[in-house]
């Protein structure tokens, strides 16, 4: 099966990288976030469909040695270039309810692990840094990723008087092998959400069903949405706020398993070798 997890990020340290150190004074690990750009949709005239040019700040982290030490020279207000990879983790979250119980359940943390970083300019103000951005935008949130839908889309719309509005979202799996700096291989899994709109959210919904394949080619997309958690030793229930980590796509490609409904088949002709000289 063919393998895709592409990410590409030209934007601006959003704040102090945060660099881990163990007992024996050794840089381990490598923390930093990043401030991008999301452009809106375009069309093949380069005229802007929907949307509007969108801050988001993915997270980047790093265990490579070297890369640890790249990390560790960059700055806040730095310009950079990261090509990386899009890694999802299952880990514990915590929270503590209004009684002061402690709650822990699983969930999701999404980061970029990073093969290449590269600084262009150094400790730029905000903005000088957004100027550059909004001149790169092109280049400044990049995301493309082959995977296999692991569960059934969903479909939500929404009407706010003027207009109505189609959300769909579903999850890949996406497998993916690459090779970091220290010359070991790793293969594994990742588990990125895909959220797309209107025309794109309908026809996911339409074509796409659990094992459908797909190409994505859109970009990094980050907010803080509000959960509702109910503790587990007094029962009551509280609000927390949680970052989200998500790919936007520009475009999908169905590739495998997907579904066309007979109309579209039939409006496509008959198969190929239907038509071949001698065929009835």
């Known amino acids: 099966m ?18 881990y150190i163990d007992e024996f004074g050794v840089q381990r690990k490598a923390s930093l976030a990043v401030r991008v750009i999301r452009r809106p949709f375009i069309n093949g005239e380069g005229a802007i469909v929907s949307g509007k040019l969108s801050i988001d700040i993915p997270t980047v982290i790093t265990m490579n040695p070297e890369l640890v030490r ?14 990386g990879v899009y890694t999802t983790r299952e880990v514990k979250k915590k929270s503590t309810c209004p009684n002061g119980h ?12 990073p093969i ?13 840094g957004m100027a550059l951005l909004r001149e790169r935008a092109e280049i400044s949130n990049l995301v493309m990723l082959i995977g296999t839908l692991c569960r ?4 939500r719309e929404s009407t706010d008087g003027q207009r109505s509005t189609a959300l769909a979202q579903y999850q890949l799996a996406s497998n993916r092998r690459y ?32 094992n459908s394949t797909v190409f994505i080619n859109g970009a990094i ?20 706020k949680e970052s989200v980590c998500e790919i936007f796509p520009y475009s999908v490609e169905y590739l495998m398993n997907c579904v066309f409904p007979a109309k579209e088949q039939e409006q496509a002709g008959p198969p190929e070798e239907d038509m071949l000289p001698g065929k009835e």
């Not at 790249?70 to 090509?83: F, P, S, Y």
């Not at 059934?152 to 479909?155: I, M, R």
Request: glycine share 6%; net charge negative; proline share 3%.
């Open 116 to 128: 290449y970083i590269c600084r262009r300019e150094r400790e730029l103000s905000e903005e000088g």
């Open 152 to 155: 059934e889309p969903v479909l």
């Open 179 to 210: 090779h970091i700096r220290d010359g070991h291989e790793q293969e594994r899994t990742d588990y990125p959400w895909i959220k797309t709109i209107n025309k794109q959210a309908r026809e996911d919904v339409e074509h796409l069903h659990t």
């Open 221 to 240: 997309q980050t907010r803080e949405i509000e959960r509702e958690v109910t503790c587990n030793v007094c029962g009551e229930t509280y609000i927390i």
């Open 2 to 19: 063919a393998r895709e997890n592409f990410v590409f990020l030209h934007g601006q340290i959003f704040d102090k990288p945060r660099v």
């Open 102 to 113: 402690e709650n822990v359940w699983a969930g999701n943390f999404v980061f970029i692990t």
């Open 70 to 83: 790249t990390c560790a020279e960059l700055r806040k207000g730095d310009m950079v270039d990261i090509r």
